[in-house]
Every structure is written in C-alpha cells, then in structure tokens.
C-alpha cells in the first residue's frame, strides 16, 4: 500500500501515543484506522455541514484502500457513512436512537469500528452511542472544530443532553485514536475558531504562561493560519508548512498535552481534573440562559473574567493577571463582559440576574453540598490550589452584580500605605527607554494596557529589548538592547490594533531600525485595526521623510499601514508640525540620540499642543541619561520651539518606578481627608509632572488635611470626621479631572466652595458638571452651577440623606469621586461599578484590600439606563422625544398633542431661539447670516438634548438636519437616549399648507428641491417616523369612505407616543395574561378597501396582521411586483391606524416560508421590518432564517414593541416529536419575545404530538408566549387548541392566510363543543328593569363573538334568596346591579375593587379566581365611573379640563366625581338641590377638592377676579324634573351654566329620556363650543367595560351600538 507521506506529531494521552496531529491527514488516517483497528465494518459518522466539505475525501480514500485490501482472501471489510442535523439538538435522546437505529438496520456488530468525524457535539454523541452500542465498540475520534480538538475529543468524556439539562446522561469512553487535521479548520466559520480558542486560553491560563504569552502576542498569526488556503496539501509534510501552519499547529498540540496530561493524573475527574473547569462555573451558568445563540467558548471566556475577578477580589490574583487574560481574549474576538452586545442585546439577557446565575451554580457537578467551587487563578500559568476552591455566595454576587456599595466607616487599614495604578504616558515612554537603553532596568508599577503590550510585542519582533516578568507581572525586567533594532522575519507585520500612542512612537522607533537580515523582507510594516487605520500618522511621516527616511503608505495617504526602509535615522535638523499632537514630538524626542547626526528639532506648524506632555518626555530621557536642551531667543528670552539632542545612547537605572496616575492618587487621599484618617501615596510627590498631583497642596492642605510630600511620596492626614474647611474659591484648571474628588469633599465641607476653570469636564465621558450637581442633589446638598465651574454648598454629613443611589453616567470619575462620599454616607449605591475599569479596573478590590472598606455588590431592581430593552418605570424617566420634520409637516402640532397625552412639557426649538437670543430667527439670519444661525441652531439643539433629558417633547426646525454636527447629535441621540421622531407629511400638502401660511420667511428655493435634499437626512436621523396625514393619504390615492368612524388624530398620537415612550405599550392584555389570543390576517393586495369593515372584521381579535408580502403597490412600475414599496407599506398602515387602535402584527413571510416575498431579497425584507419598527408597530414577524445578528440588533432597538420569532415548515417532514422542532424551539426562544413554529399536519396525530411538545415547553422555567400550529384541514384542532395569538380569518375576507384557518367565532364554537368554554348566565338585579337596554347589549356581544353565553333580567325588590342562589350557582357567570341594590348588594360580595371601594357602590359583580386558589370568589366592581370618563374623554383631552360640574348627589354623581377627579380636573363644583346631601357627598371623598356651588350659573372667581366656568357638566337628575324656563317646582338651568367659551366643552345628561333633555337643548340653543352626550351613550361605554370585565375579551363596540341605538330609537318613537 502506497502511504502517502505525512508527518504526525503525536501526543501521549494514558499511557499510549494516541493523538496523531497534523495537516491533510486522511490518507494517514485510513491507513492507520485499517491497519491497527481491523473490522468488518468502519461506519463513518458526521454532520451536513461536515459532510459538505470533507466527506468525499474520507470516502475516495477508504474506498480506495479497500479495494487494494480485498485482494486478500477474507470478505471485504463494508466502508458506511451517516449523516445527521448538524447542532446541539442532535445530541439528544432522539439523536442517539437515531444512529442506532441505523447501525442495527445495517447489522453492525460487535467489531465494528465507529469514526466521529466533527465537533463536540458529533463527538460526544458518536462517542455516547459506541459506548454502548452492543455493550461498547471501538471508535475514532476526528474532531474538526477547534473546541473539538483541544477539548471535546480528549479525555474520553461522552454524553447527551435532555430537556433538563446538558450533558447529564452519558459515559466515559476512550477513543483508540484521536486524528487532528488542522487543515479541516481552514473550513470551519471564523466564529466556532474563537469559540475554541476559549478553551486553549484557559488551559494556557491555569498551567502554561509562556504558551499564554504567545497566545497574548501572536492572534493575528493564529488566525492567519486558518484564513490562508493551504492549498496542494501545504502542511503536509514540515517542509511545506509556512510559519503560522507551524504556531497553530504547535498552539493546538501544546493545548493538548496539558489537557493530557491533567486526564491521565485524573482520568475519572476527582480533583486535579477539575482545573479545566476554570471559567466553567460562572460560565455554564451564563451558557444554561444564553445558549444556543451564545457558544460554549463564549460563555467560558466571559467566566473566566468573572472568575479571575473573584481571585482578585480575594487577594490572590493582582490586576495585571486579570488584564492579560481580558486582552488576551479580546484578541480573539471573546466576549469579556456580560454587557458585550453580543450578549447584552439579546432578549434573554434579562435573566442573568445575579440570584439566577447563583441558583444554576448550585447543581454545579463540582460543588461539594451547598458550598460552590471555583478554579481561582493565583497567575497567569498557575492556580491557587490544585483543584477548585470553596467560594462564599456573597464573594460570587459582589463580583456578579453591576452596582456597588461601600459600607461607610473608618477604613482600617489606616495608615494607608499603598501605590495606585501606573500613569498611561509614563509607562508608555519609560517602555521605549528602557527598550533602547544600555543594561538592564526594572520597570515597577507599570500599566498594564492595549499599548504597553502592542509596544512591547512591536519591540521584541525588532529583536530591539528583551523582557522578563517578575513578582506575577508586577515588575517588568527590560533588557535594553542599545537601539540595535532588526527588520522582522518576512511575512511579518507588526500588528498594533487600535493603540494609538504605540502606533505614534513605534513609527520613529521602526526608522531607527538598520539592520535587514539576509533572505528576509526588506521592510519594516506596521499595520492595526480598521480604527487604526483611520487615524492620523501623517505629519510624523512627512517629518522623517523630510529627514531622509524612507517610510511609504501601503494603503491610505497619511494613515498606517506603513512601511519603513531600514535606512536609519538621518539626523540634523527635524522640522515637525506640532499643533496636532504632541506624541509626534515625544516620538521624535525618544529616538533623536540615535540618529547619526545630532537632531535639532524644530517645531512648526503654529500653536504647540500639550507642552506639559513633551516637558514631561525631555524629563524622562534625562532620568535615562541624555539631556535636551530647548533654546532661547538671545534678545527676548524667551523659550523657543526648538530643541537639541545630543547623539548617544540611554543609560538604564537598574530601577525605574512609574509613577501613579496623579488623578487616580485623588481618591485614597480624599478617603483619608474625608474620614479623618491617613494615607500615604508612594509613588508621586513633588517632582510630578501631573497637573493633578497638586491636588493635596492645593486643595486638601487648605481644607485643613496636614500634608507632608517629598518629592516622591504625598501623605496625607484628614481632620477628625465633619471638619473640612469649605475652599472659597479654587482654580483647577491645572487639574480639571481631580475636580469631582474636590466637590465630595467641599459637600461636606464647612461651608460654599467655589471650583472654576473646569468648563472642559463638561464634554468628557458625560457632562461632569452636570453629574454631580445631579447627584449631590440626591443626597441633599445644594450646588450653583458656573459658567467655568460650580458652586457647593457644604452641608453637616448627619443631614445628608443615606440610600442614595449614584448613577455613574458610565464614568469611571463620577464612580470613584462618590465612593469618597460613601465611605461617610451609609449605604450609598454606584449603580455602574465596572466603569471604573478604564483607569482603575481593581478599584473596588483596592478599596477593600488596600485601604480597609468594604464593599458589597448591590443588583438593582430594573435595567438603569437602557432605554432600548424595557420601558422606563416612570414617565420622569422616560427619555425626552425630539421631533424632526419639513416645515409645514406638523411638528408643533403633533408635539403638542403627544405632550397633552404623555402630560409631559412640549417646547418650540424656535420659540426657544426667540427667548434665548432675544430676536427671531428671521432677524438673526439677517444679522448674521446663515451659518451663523447653524451653529447656534445646533448648540442650542446640544443645550436642549442635555438640559430636557426627561419628559420633554422637543420639536425642531425643518433646517436642523443641514448641519452635519446637528445630524450626528441627533443619531447620537436616537442610538442611545430617546426617540427621535420623523413627523412624515405629503409633500404636496406641505406646499399646500405653506402657501396658505404666509407667516413664515420663505424659502427662497423651492419646498420641493428642500424637500428633496433634507428627506434623506430626516431618515438617517430618526428612529421613529410618525405619518401625519391631515385628510387624505399620501396622493389621494386612499379616501377612506366618509362614513367610516374614523379615529382622531389625537387617539392615534396617543397610541404611538405611548407605545414608543413605553409608557403605555399598546399590547394585547390577553396574550401577556397568557389567556387565548388571536390575531386577524388582513389578506389584502391594498387594505384600504376594508377600512370601513374593519370593526366587524376584528370582532373578538386581539390584533390585526398586516401581511406586508401579499400587499401590492398599484403604482410600482413592474405589474405585480413582488416587494412593496416601504413608502406605500407606510401608507398602508397609517390608513389602517386611521381606523382602529388593536396592536398590529406586522408580517413580511417569504415564499419558502409560505407567503409571497421572494426570498433573495433579505435586504428588502430586513428594511421594510425595519420600518415597522420606526413605525412605532406592536409585534413584528421575523423569520428565524434571517442573520440573527441583525435580529439580535433589532431586539436592542425595539423598545416595547415585541418580536414574534418564527418558523414555518411546509414541508410536513418537520415531525413535532423529532429533534428539528427542538433546535427552531431553541433559536427562536434566542431571538423573539413570542415563539411562532408552523407545522403541516399529515393526520390528526400531528396536533396530538404538537400539543405534547407545547406542554413540554411551556413546562419549562421562564417559558416564553409560544404559537404553535398545524397548517392544513388535518391541522384545524392544533388552531382550535392553540393558545397564543391563534390567526384567524373572516368570512369577509378575500382569502384565507394559510390553509386550514378557521374564523374567531368558528373556535369559540368549538371550545364550547370540546368543553373549554362552558355556557353562562348573567344577569340584571335591580328594579323596574323590564325597560333595560342591557339585555339587548350584552346578548349582541355573545352573539358577535360566538359565545354561549346568556343575559337575563332579575328583578327583585331586595337582596333576597333568589339573587343569593343565583349568584352561587356553578354557571353564574356576572351581573349587572342597578337601582336600588348598588349599595346593598355589597354584603353579598368576597371583595370590592379600588374604584367600587371608594365609590361606595358597585354596578358590576364578576366572579373571579382567588389568588390563594381556593376557587371562586365574588368581585363587586363599578363601571359606571368607566362610562362617563369614556364619554368626556372622546372629546376632551385630560389636560384641557379646567372645572367640571356635577349636578345630583346620588350614587351616579359619586361616580361623576371619582371619574373627574381620574381625569384630573382643575377643580369639580358639586350643586344639588338639597344641599345637605351634597355636603354629606363630600364627605364620602376626603381626598377629592369638591366645592360646593349654591347657586347654579355663579362660579368662584380666581385670584385676579376671573370666573372660573367649567368646561365639563355632568347631570345624574332626572331630566323630568329640570327646565330650562323659570318654574319654581324644577330645577332651573339658566343660559351662565355654558358660560366658558374659550376651547373644548362637554355636557352630559345621564337621563334616557327624553331624547333632547332641557339641559342638553340649552347647551345646543346658547353655545357652540359645547358638545352633548346622552345617557345612552354612557350605558353603552360602562356595558363595554362591564363586558370586558366578565369575558376578558375585546367588546364588539360597533356591532352592539348599533343594535342599542336602534332599540332605543324604536322605544322612545
Ligand atoms: N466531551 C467533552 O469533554 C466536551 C468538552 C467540551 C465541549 N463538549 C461538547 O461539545 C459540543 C460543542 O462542540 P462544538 O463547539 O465543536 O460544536 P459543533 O459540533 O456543533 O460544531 C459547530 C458547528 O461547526 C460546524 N463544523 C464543524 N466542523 C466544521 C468544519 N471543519 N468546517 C465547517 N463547519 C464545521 C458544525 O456542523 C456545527 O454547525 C457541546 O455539545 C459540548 O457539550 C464536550
Ligand atoms: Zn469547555
């Protein structure tokens, strides 16, 4: 047999060379696998994906082999391959039958050899079934995922999950060989690479720190490995290996031996074994919320992180092993953090609250009894015990939680002795000396950060230092390689990411290189990131060259990549353009001795940026042993921008300790200040260069803190508790960020402190001015704010108010300025605690193990500052709404009606200008011009967004968009803040209205030409469009019929800005309360033709689908174009809004998922959803095939509309008990907020099976609203049972959406007939009732819904036994109660509802479940207050109501009061004709203003002698006793009653008869303003609710208003 030549590396695992790794191993694997394993049959398993790529080779190969074996004279050995599903869900139960079935099928026996050929999950489950298939056989494993290699694939581990978990049925069970191809990973997706390269960072973590720094340093080689074809089997054999084949390969191997050599210590895994679970513990519980969408690698390396922390917190793992670990991770695209977006955004992020994470820990396999486990890391390389270590709840919570709290006290290790955190430009420098330096120098203190490792990695490729970690990386050993610096091996960029400041000063230090080793590139090339190479290098570029360098741009002009000739640096004069940056200077500064003339550096270019910063280099190179000299103009004396370095070459301090970042000092000095105690800073004293070390001269010692600094240490001792001096004034200019350390110390100061000079802390990470006058005033302390700085007012710590919660504005400042104030304030609460990581990541820790306070970790009650995933608890806190729009579009208009409904403060961007400048617009733009007015139209828009953040709605210009600045804070806005609304108006009725609306400067071109450019703007800038149509739409083209009831513009802005605030989602109550819901299927080409049935068609739904896929565009060129236009789809639905406000369920279904959108067009698809969600739409489809990145960032901007995820399978192969369902199940419950599979159903067992697996699921902890279906006849009960918005259709409409769909009421009839809806009786009690409408209401009701229901009057004169037995009977299912039992009726009741409890009185009886569920309960309820806010609120917005009459002290105008109080009118006048019961009345309301009227007409007079006229009058006497002429035996209503004229009003007569009562014939005789509503129309708005309250369903308001209206009509005739 001819072997094909391969070299193996192999690796020893339980005593036997088993592991063979390599590239291109298939011949290599055949032949070992036929010549050491003979069978009879070798059955080959693995996945459709695996199969794609490399299942032909394996087969040839086999074949091939076996046709030269079979020459012998035994049987030919059978060669069979399986294919199965690829993912998780295979590895189950059904998965494993599956292959056996197969295996038996094919008379497999005892001596077959089976070959796992994929990833873990074919792995485990290969590996599962040989284990015991025919009480076990032999198999092969050949993994071809990374996770696979290193992991899954060695160690014997085999298993497969259930529905209660992963993992927990299966066996161990060796492989006689485990092949790894390292080629096949050429194929996998770059995604499942990173997820591996988890596991091979964690085994390098706890054993290997030299394989982790390569690790550290070499991603990008790594991953060229895998993205460069090796093509003619390259790898093969060593020789045609190229140098990342080799790292990879040697990567994986080394990964492997440990994990080895751990299995073969501990092959059942009883403790050593265990230390491959770093990262494990936290992360399987990350990974039991979040998988499948988030990988097991995924999840891993964000443990790891949280479990490295917890070292931390513990004292055994410093800060530089956390920080290697984090960036070593990053580098390969891992999430660190659970507030990645990766895993932030999804929908069931929510759950990873702290007490769930810890409640999955709990059945960690590890644990012993209740105490939890965890790998510990003492270093990078090593771990704190040999096993895993016992870890208190309270240790993992701290660590898990995201806010914090520091309990206030005396810290205890006082005297603090401590060192904080390494300057970022110190380190930086002292790195480039050291490295260019002559012998060797330990560099103590350094920061560990993205620069100081690229730079380092950048020197040690130019073979320019050598280095050395000491004390677990606390100590950085540099050996100076005195500027000798080589061109790196060929192929080999020297990769920067984004880090800037190594990019700046390693550009110089790369001209320095001379040296070109022979055979290899000839250049240098620097390279970074897609950021990286967009930011400027150019004016260092052009300096050197200038100078003699060669240095070229490989891609864009003035940007890295660059390559760099080894030519040297020239020398003599260097002119430098410094006004951008002055690293370029530093940059130059640091490699000038090496030159081969002496530099003279001149700077040029105007105005030199951050002198302190190259003071700061010259100071540094000086300590290293060259001096520079800056020259001086011989007449002035003055310091001139030129600057001379001698030649030579630095001369290393065997010690170099960077000094601490001045800022980050503040905060123990301030601890100390504050609680009377002391601390000593080691490393920075007088000689600092930071502005911010002053901070302890200038600002503590004054405040009365003793400080004693040498020129390297501060000291500082704090006056006892409460007796710091108040700063009358200080300037910080000189340390502006130190200013929020001195403002918590000025709030419990003795007195005002005044900072100023600090204007700049304005436009940091938040407004920091702003910040902390926010948050001292949560602790009631009083603050002015300066123009350059703010004013606080000290005040004694024992008035300051405890609890407060901080809210840090995502910066790192804000967070530890106020652990300052929480060390004397108990219980203080950083809501944010992980923003100390840019510059202090170990902050908490510190402050705990360093300075001697304790922290804990604190899990606030709701998200704190998204606004994107849940609705705001308040309207306070709800984000401001900012609208855009062409002028003439309506903004004010709109704006002002959605600040009525929201009850929030509406503002005029223009009137604000007015106000502000003192002048109109018109005139400032003819004063200053045009760009002048831009810019101050776009500050003011920035003064706006930042001073209005809650409870405004902002309208703007039409203009605001042509400022490119303007544009960018308004999608700045959008993206993280609030809405941005698009107010959409036709254009044509814009030119319309603007020419009729002379008032405004005209446009000097034409609207449409602006309309045409600002249109796209308005789009880019918006996350919501609101279509403001004033009659028609869009072109005429839909009129709606005249006779349509149509719903006013006001209730539809209601309805969105609601809905898009979150303040009141518009979503189906009877889906969230996991009652039936349904949705009608609107099967229209154009629904416009339907509007004016929309009513009768909804009947009973809970929502309305819109199927965007069936919808055609008449207009749209090609005849029958397939994909709607978004502007006619936007038509569409504002049209259908016009009509109704049920939630609209918003549906573009592709072809192979059953509907008509072609399914090439994802990108037209994903638009016109997006729109839908713009549109402020309640529940939008999205199909499970769509990229779920971009699903998963459409659920992080979908506010509270929901994403039903779907899948539709029209095959009928999907079976309901197979495996496939599970894996849509899983994906679908990833990405949606409601789960949509549809089934095809082939028999009547389908929904039988499909009714099983919904249980199943709905069984499961959390589960989420699940639709599930059968499409078909055969499928009908699945539709019947089905509890979840069920589709249905109507007799009305042109098609069916899906075959098989019934009608609403076709499934109330049918769950009456299989015994889910028993019929009922309900009831009138009252008297005289014969003549009651209410029968004819609610028997309509049943009747329109299809329900078995009854009405039936009762009359009696009291509460007797026949109400008694009737309101116990089994089938009661509620009653009306009217005169003379609203009071009394009350004993007969369990429990009364709010509104019937402070009434008095109850209308409505509903017998209700218990909550304890002990079975039914009787609930008295009151409509009747329902009826007349009903009736008011159809014409009156809330805010609008000044003062209300009620007239009548009965138990109606009870409910008149509490329905005017809910509607928050002004003040409510009381009259009756005997005014002893009205006084009584008020009475029976203590927390209600009443005032009482005595004379009807005569209103009380405000405080500049205005009357006070309502606006709204409710009359509850009967009509027969009033007139509106004089009489003295009625009641008289003169003509002053209607005496408000300025706006909107409203009277009500509650009487039925006659049909014009006097009052209402008054209002119609004297007033216009005034509108009328009769007692009829009351009855029916409290029987809608009273219906509602008995069947929890939608009324059919139409359909009974029209029969009672006629009823009545016919009665009174
Ligand atoms: N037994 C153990 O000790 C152990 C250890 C860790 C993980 N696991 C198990 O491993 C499983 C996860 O394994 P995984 O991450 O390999 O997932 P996987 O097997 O699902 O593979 C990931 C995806 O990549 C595809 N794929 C695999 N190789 C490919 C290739 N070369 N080219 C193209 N596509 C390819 C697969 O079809 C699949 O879609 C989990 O079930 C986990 O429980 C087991
Ligand atoms: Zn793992």
Redesign the pocket.
């Known amino acids: 047999m001819p072997a094909t030549t391969t070299d193996v590396q192999k690796v020893s695992i339980l005593g036997k060379e088993s592991i063979h790794c390599g590239f291109h191993l298939v011949p290599h694997i055949v032949e070992t696998v036929l010549t050491q394993l003979p069978s009879s049959t070798y059955i080959l398993i693995t ?1 459709t ?2 199969a794609k ?1 490399h299942l032909t080779a394996f087969e040839q190969e086999f074949n091939a082999s076996l046709t030269s074996l079979a020459n012998g004279t035994h049987a030919r050995p059978r060669f069979i391959t399986h294919v199965v599903p ?3 869900p295979s ?1 189950s139960r059904e998965g494993k039958a599956n292959i056996e079935d197969f295996l038996l099928l094919n008379k497999c026996t005892r001596d077959s050899v089976i070959l796992a050929l ?5 792995g ?1 489950l290969v590996g599962f079934v040989a284990a015991t298939f025919m009480r076990g056989v032999r198999f092969v494993q050949i993994p ?2 990374l ?2 290699m290193v ?2 694939s060695v ?1 014997g ?3 497969i999950d259930t529905p209660h978990g ?2 927990l049925i299966g066996a161990f069970w060796q492989p006689e060989f485990i092949f790894i191809d390292v080629a ?2 050429e ?3 770059a995604r ?1 690479f990173s ?1 591996g390269m988890a596991e091979v960072v964690k085994t390098a973590a706890i054993r290997n720190e030299a394989e982790f720094s390569s690790l550290e340093s070499r991603s990008a080689e790594i991953f060229a490995a895998i993205q460069t074809p090796s093509t003619n089997y390259a790898g093969r054999v060593k020789r045609t290996r190229s140098a990342s084949q080799e790292l990879l390969l040697s990567v994986i191997v080394g990964s492997i031996t440990v994990k080895s050599e751990i299995v073969t210590l501990d092959p059942h895994e009883n403790g050593l074994r265990n230390l491959v679970n770093f990262g494990h513990t936290i992360g399987h519980a990350i990974e039991a919320i979040l998988t499948p969408t988030i ?2 690698g995924e999840c891993v390396s964000v443990g790891m992180i949280l479990e490295a922390e917890i070292s931390r917190s513990m004292g055994i793992l410093n800060q530089v092993g956390v920080g290697r670990l984090t960036r070593c991770l990053k580098a390969y695209n891992l999430p660190v953090s659970m507030a990645d977006p990766r895993l932030a955004n999804l929908p069931s992020a929510k759950l990873l609250t702290v007490d769930r994470l810890l409640d999955i820990m709990k059945v960690d396999k590890k644990n012993s009894g209740n105490e939890k486990k965890i790998v510990l890391l003492s270093r990078i390389g090593d771990t704190y015990e040999q096993r895993a270590t016992v870890v208190a709840d309270a240790t993992i919570a701290k660590i898990l939680s995201d806010a914090a709290t520091v309990i206030s006290g005396v810290p205890i290790h006082s005297p603090v002795k401590m060192v904080t955190p390494g300057s970022k430009s110190i380190s930086n420098r002292a790195l480039v000396l050291a490295a260019l330096g002559r012998g060797t120098c330990r560099l103590k203190n350094l920061l560990h950060s993205d620069d100081t490792q690229v730079m380092m990695a950048a020197l040690l490729e130019l073979k320019g230092a050598q280095f050395e970690w000491e004390d677990a990386g606390e100590t950085l050993i540099v050996h100076g390689g005195e500027g000798s610096l080589s061109v790196p091996p060929k192929d080999k960029e020297i990769y920067l990411g984004n880090a800037g400041t190594a990019a700046r000063f390693l550009t110089t230090v790369c001209a320095l290189v001379q040296k070109s080793p022979k055979d290899e590139a000839e250049t240098t090339i620097i390279t970074g990131n897609a950021r990286m190479k967009q930011r400027p290098i150019g004016p260092l570029v052009t300096a050197l060259t200038a100078n003699g360098s060669k240095i070229a741009y490989m891609e864009t002009e003035g940007c890295l990549p660059l390559s760099i000739h080894p030519n040297g640096l020239q020398g003599g004069l260097v002119q430098l353009a410094a006004s951008i940056s002055s690293q370029y200077v530093s940059s130059v500064l640091l490699c000038a001795p090496y030159a081969a003339k002496p530099v003279t550096l001149e700077l040029i270019g105007g105005q030199v940026i951050s002198q302190p910063y190259i003071d700061m280099t010259i100071a540094m190179m000086k300590s290293f042993g060259i001096e520079v000299t800056r020259r001086v103009d011989k007449e002035t004396g003055k310091l001139l921008d030129i600057y001379d370095i001698p030649k030579g070459c630095y001369v290393n301090p065997p010690e170099y300790s960077i000094e601490s970042d001045a800022s980050s000092a503040t905060y123990p000095l301030a601890i100390a200040a504050i609680t009377g105690t002391t601390c000593t800073i080691q490393s920075i004293g007088s000689s600092s260069l930071q502005g911010d070390a002053r901070f302890a001269k200038d600002v503590l010692e004054p405040m009365g803190c003793i400080v004693t600094q040498t020129a390297t240490e501060t000291t500082v001792q704090g006056p006892p508790i409460g007796q710091l001096k108040a700063l009358p004034h200080v300037d910080m200019e000189v340390m502006t960020d130190a200013f929020l350390t001195a403002t918590v110390l000025g709030a419990v100061a003795s007195g005002p402190t005044k900072i100023t000079g600090i204007a700049n802390q304005r436009v940091k990470e938040c407004n920091r001015i702003r910040a902390m006058i926010d948050e001292l005033a949560k602790f009631g302390v009083a603050t002015n704010e300066l123009d350059d700085g703010l004013e606080v007012f000290g005040t004694p710590i024992s008035h300051l108010k405890q609890g407060v919660t901080v809210h840090c504005y995502d910066d790192h400042r804000v967070a530890m300025a106020f652990s300052v104030l929480a060390a004397v304030v108990p219980k203080t609460v950083m809501d944010e605690k992980r923003c100390v990581e840019k510059t202090w990541p170990n902050w908490w820790d510190d402050l705990n193990n360093k300075i001697g306070l304790d922290t804990q970790g604190v899990e606030l009650a709701g998200p704190t500052d998204s606004v994107s995933t849940t609705g705001p608890s308040s309207a306070k806190e709800a984000a401001s709404i900012v609208l855009i729009g062409m002028r003439g579009s309506g903004k004010t208009f709109i704006g002002e009606l959605a600040a009525s409904a929201l009850e929030w403060n509406c503002i005029d961007a223009d009137v604000y200008f007015e106000i502000k400048f003192k002048t109109d617009v018109r005139q400032f733009v003819h004063d200053n011009g045009w760009s002048a007015f831009r810019e101050a139209e776009t500050n003011l828009l920035k003064e706006l967004l930042t001073e209005k953040p809650y409870g405004h709605v902002i309208s703007l210009g039409g203009g605001v968009v042509e400022t490119p600045a303007a544009r960018d804070l308004l999608k700045e806005y959008s993206r993280k803040r609030g809405p941005v609304v698009h107010i959409v108006r036709n254009i044509d009725e814009v030119v319309e209205y603007l020419g009729i609306e002379g008032s405004r400067p005209a446009y000097g071109e034409s609207i449409t030409a602006v309309f045409e450019r600002r249109e796209p703007w308005f789009r880019e800038c918006c996350s919501h469009r609101f279509i403001n149509h004033v009659e028609a739409f869009a072109d005429g083209k839909f009129v709606i019929d005249p006779t349509v009831t149509k719903r006013g513009i006001r209730e539809e802005v209601s309805r969105f800005f609601g809905h898009i605030t979150g303040l009141t989602p518009n979503l189906a109550p009877n889906l969230a309360w996991g009652r039936h819901s349904y949705f009608l299927s609107l099967t229209y080409p154009d629904i416009t033709p339907a509007l004016p049935r929309i009513e009768e068609l909804s009947v009973g739904v809970d929502a309305l689908e819109v199927r965007v896929d069936l919808l055609r565009d008449p207009k749209a060129g090609k005849q029958d174009s397939p994909i709607p236009s978004p502007a006619y789809v936007a038509d569409q639905i504002a049209a259908l809004r016009r009509v109704t406000s049920l939630p609209i369920v918003y549906t573009v279904r592709t072809r192979s998922q059953g509907g008509a959108f072609p399914d090439d067009a994802q990108n037209e698809a994903c638009s016109l959803l997006d729109l839908a969600l713009r549109m402020g739409t309640e529940y939008i489809d999205v199909e499970i095939s769509l990229p779920h990145t971009w699903i998963t960032d459409m659920n992080s901007r979908k506010g509270c509309s929901q994403i039903i995820a779907s899948w539709h399978d029209w095959s009928g192969d999907m079976k309901w008990n197979g495996s496939d369902v599970q894996a849509k199940y899983d994906i679908a419950d990833q990405l949606g907020d409601i789960i949509k599979i549809v089934g095809k159903a082939n028999s009547i067992q389908d929904n039988f099976d499909l009714q099983q697996f919904v249980t199943r699921m709905n069984s499961r902890p959390n589960a989420k609203p699940f639709l599930a279906i059968n499409m078909g006849t055969e499928g009908q009960l699945s539709r019947v049972l089905n509890t979840t918005f069920t589709p249905v259709s109507h007799p009305l409409l042109p098609s069916r959406a899906a075959p098989g769909q019934l009608t609403f009421s076709q499934i109330q009839q049918a769950l009456h007939l299989i015994g889910q809806i028993p019929s009922k009786r309900f009831f009138l009690f009252g008297t005289p009732i014969s003549h009651s409408l209410s029968p004819t209401l609610h028997n309509t009701a049943f009747q329109a819904l299809g329900l078995p229901h009854t009405y039936e009057l009762l009359e009696t004169k009291e509460i007797d036994d026949r109400i008694r037995a009737t309101i116990a009977a089994p089938d009661f299912g509620g009653a009306s109660v009217t005169i003379p039992h609203k009071l009394d009726i009350i004993a007969a009741l369990d429990r009364l509802s709010p509104a019937a409890k402070a009434m008095g009185a109850v209308n409505t009886i509903v017998p209700v479940q218990s909550g304890d569920g002990s079975g039914r309960i009787l609930l008295g309820d009151n409509t009747d207050w329902l009826g007349i806010r009903g009736s008011i609120s159809a014409r009156i917005a809330p805010g609008l109501i000044h003062s209300a009459l009620v007239i009548g002290a009965g138990g109606t105008a009870r409910a008149a009061i509490y329905a005017l109080s809910n509607l928050h009118a002004k003040t409510i006048y009381l009259y009756n004709r005997t005014r002893g019961r009205a006084v009584e009345l008020i009475k029976a309301f203590p927390n209600i203003k009443i005032h009482l009227i005595d004379q009807l007409g005569e209103w009380p007079r405000d405080a500049s002698g205005d009357a006070l006229p309502p606006n709204v009058i409710v009359s509850t006497v009967p009509a027969s006793e009033t007139t509106m002429t004089n009489d003295d035996q009625k009641l008289h209503f003169p003509a002053e009653l209607y005496a408000y004229r300025d706006g909107p009003a409203i009277v009500i007569d509650m009487a039925y008869k006659p049909v014009e009562t006097p009052l209402l014939k008054l209002a119609k005789d004297t007033a216009q303003n005034w509108e009328t509503a009769q007692g009829v129309e009351v009855l029916l708005q409290q029987g809608y609710a009273q219906f509602e309250l008995w069947n929890q369903r939608r009324c059919p308001q139409g359909a009974i208003s029209r029969v009672v209206w006629a009823e009545y009509r016919r009665r009174v005739e």
């Not at 994929?118 to 074919?122: A, D, F, K, T």
């Open positions: 996945d994906n695996i790529f690829p993912g998780e590895k994929g990833g873990g999950v074919i485990d071809t995922t996770l696979a992991d899954s160690g581990k085999t298993a992963k993992n096949m990973l194929t996998l997706p499942e997820n990988l097991h």
